[in-house]
């Protein structure tokens, strides 16, 4: 009996869900995302779908103030939402003018998006400042189980250095 108990625990932590504002909405971009990645593995040509899908995402987005991480952000075209995949919609080539940079370019309108790929460059949500609070979070979730805490403080004492 104790054993199922302890069994039981263990999976209620795993698969516990904890309080995100706006799940719905995430949900229903994550969806969004996905079938405009679809429409596009099955007809490539249907790129007026898959920018549809996007921009229904991207008003999801904007009418409730939530933000797109930046890997998904750089699939999206700024100017016509088309969803940018090497080779099919978009040309990804290495530049080395200036500095050496990433330019992917939308094949639909002829946008370009440039990425600077600089050695150890952090994006401005990937920084400490923004992980430190996170943590705090985190470590007060993962105080019951001690291996966790020991894991999270050694991250932040990392970090800190
Ligand atoms: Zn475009």
Redesign the pocket.
């Known amino acids: 009996m104790a054993k199922n108990s302890k069994k039981k625990s263990k999976v209620t932590n795993s698969t516990k869900r904890f309080f995100v504002p706006n799940r719905e909405a995430f949900q229903r971009m994550n969806f969004l995302y996905q079938a405009a990645h679809c429409t596009l593995v099955h007809n490539p040509d249907n790129v007026e779908l898959a920018r549809f899908y996007i921009t229904t995402m991207r008003t999801i987005a904007k009418r409730l103030v939530l933000r797109i991480d930046p890997s998904i952000k750089r699939t999206i075209?700024k100017?016509?939402n088309?969803l940018l995949v090497p080779g099919v919609t978009a040309t990804v080539r290495m530049r080395a003018k200036r500095e050496q940079h990433l330019v992917v370019a939308?094949l639909?309108?002829k946008?370009v998006k440039r990425f600077l790929a600089r050695e150890g460059y952090q994006l401005w949500s990937e920084k400490t400042e923004l992980r430190v609070g996170l943590q705090m979070e985190q470590t007060q979730t993962a105080n019951q189980t001690s291996e966790s805490g020991q894991s999270s403080q050694t991250t932040s004492e990392q970090e800190s250095k």
Do not use: W
Request: hydrophobic share 10%.
């Open positions: 075209c100017k016509c088309s939308c639909s309108c946008a």
